[in-house]
């Protein structure tokens, strides 16, 4: 007889290992499934976020950022610091530090709160078993009273940029650079591809991204991709819209890109280029043809407002299922899941979920943007606070970008909320925890901030809205 869980979560990224704790949190006899190991045979934990995804592209990111302020920020400053240079063999081995620390944490947290580890790949069988496959071969089915599946998801290869060990690369490839490359291509001009090109750009690389769609982060509010579109080409990244690699050939330890924009077919050679055009869900040998679940038309798991699958007892969760690929989103639908589980009463809203690029400045929005409010046929009033008019700003030699909220032009209840600037990550969240109470912008209005800070942006914003902005000129008088 197969040994039996309460619960099994299949993957140890950052929606499953959440998932896997909070069900043992509320008494529920957990295992968790991971196939990742390292070279010693011994289980990687964390998924792609942990590993070869948001921490330490974050860490590349602030080295960098350290770097270049030292080199163009210092001196305005009163800080003579010359000759600053970057060692990139360290700076990777700090983040490799950084990924080893956080991951050993979580095998911590596992053992401390009482779950069942089962290294292999997880299939789910019918009848809520999972067979869990060892890299010798071996085979052992398990049984579970609920299943959730947070298998993630894996980087979209496309044909005319085939991988090239060390010369085209993935995201898991660019986290490995231990080089200044000279120059530097980057195929999308997503998330990934603005944080990597971002990061050897302040290091000195020519870089330039090809992006095929004719609009610059289409997703995001149109005044924060105007804005970081300025900025980001001010800074040094050669930004090419309507841009479509159609083919790449390795020419003396060098990539020839080929692509095609408005004005023809072109070719550019590079020293290294990166793969970035998204990422499809990882469900290749997930679900056995008996097991009950559903993918949908683009292969994600196909789920209902509580992340149930079509299988009773089955629960699917982040990057393979719809919604935003982001590591919050996955972590907070498993406690969702853990918890309805325990038959508690739990929900998300995906109303509320922030989205962030952290490049400098950085950009941040939770909500919906002007244009989609403007298609909505919605009616709705705009406030804006630019940082140049903050003090705390000023201070930090990080004065560009803004802080922009949109409400309704009936009920006042804010709609979005969306930041360009150095701390945009961090101040978001009070965007969204004003939408998750479903703040007016007059809540905020009455809000009384701290002075001097970045955040009195927010505040100022809020004022805008109704045209009281105190420390900028508003756009008419009441």
């Known amino acids: 007889m197969s040994q039996k869980f309460d619960v099994i979560v299949i993957g140890a990224g950052p929606g499953g290992y959440v998932a896997a704790i909070r069900a043992a949190q509320l008494g529920l006899n957990t295992a968790c499934v991971e196939k990742w190991v390292d070279e010693k045979g011994t289980p990687v934990l964390g998924g792609t976020c942990l ?145 990597m090109g971002s990061v050897w750009n302040r290091c000195g690389s020519k870089v330039t991204v090809f992006e095929a769609m004719d609009s610059f982060l289409a997703a995001a509010d149109q005044d924060v991709s105007k804005e970081a579109f300025k900025l980001l080409t001010k800074q040094g990244l050669d930004i090419k819209l309507s841009a479509r690699c159609t083919g790449t050939e390795i020419v003396d330890g060098k990539v020839k890109v080929s692509y095609t924009d408005s004005e023809g077919d072109k070719e550019i050679v590079v020293d290294k280029l990166i793969v970035a055009v998204g990422r499809r869900p990882q469900t290749q040998g997930l679900l056995a043809e008996d097991c009950g679940v559903k993918l949908d038309e683009r292969g994600f798991i196909f789920v209902d407002d509580s992340c149930r699958t079509d299988a009773p007892g089955v629960y699917a969760i982040g990057d393979s299922v719809r919604g935003p690929m982001l590591a919050h989103k996955a972590s907070e639908e498993g406690i969702m899941v853990a918890d309805i589980i325990a038959g508690h009463k739990a929900a998300m809203n995906y109303d509320c979920i922030p989205n962030i690029i952290y490049t400098f400045p950085e950009l941040a929005w939770v909500g919906k943007t002007e244009q989609q409010l403007k298609s909505e046929g ?25 802080v922009k909220i949109i409400a309704d032009e009936v009920t006042d209840r804010i709609l979005g909320v969306h930041i360009v600037g150095g701390v945009a990550s961090e101040l978001v969240a009070q965007g969204v925890i004003a939408m998750e109470f479903a703040s007016s912008a007059e809540d905020l209005q009455l809000t009384v901030f701290a002075h001097p800070t970045v955040s009195e942006a927010i505040h100022e914003a809020a004022l805008a809205v109704d045209n009281h902005a105190i420390h900028v000129a508003n756009r008419k008088k009441r």
């Open 378 to 402: 919605v009616k709705y009033k705009v406030g804006k606070f630019p940082f140049a008019a903050s003090g705390r700003a000023m201070a930090a030699n990080a004065t560009e970008g803004f």
């Open 51 to 195: 590993n070869v995804g948001c921490i330490p592209s974050k860490a590349l990111l602030e080295t960098t950022h350290k770097l270049h302020e030292a080199q163009h920020g210092f001196a305005a400053q009163g800080i003579l610091a010359d000759n600053v240079k970057i060692d990139a063999k360290q700076m990777v081995a700090r983040k490799d530090q950084i990924v080893k620390n956080l991951t050993g944490g979580i095998a911590g947290l596992f053992k401390a709160n009482g779950v069942t580890l089962l290294q292999g790949m997880g299939k789910l069988l019918a009848n809520k078993q999972v067979e869990v496959t060892a890299q010798d071969g071996t085979a052992t089915v398990y049984a579970a009273d609920n299943v959730i599946l947070a298998s993630g998801s894996v980087p979209v290869e496309i044909p005319p940029a085939p991988l090239t060990e060390g010369l085209i690369v993935d995201n898991v490839g660019a986290l490995q650079i231990d080089e200044v490359p000279e120059s530097l291509g980057v195929i999308g001009g997503g998330v990934i591809g603005l944080e």
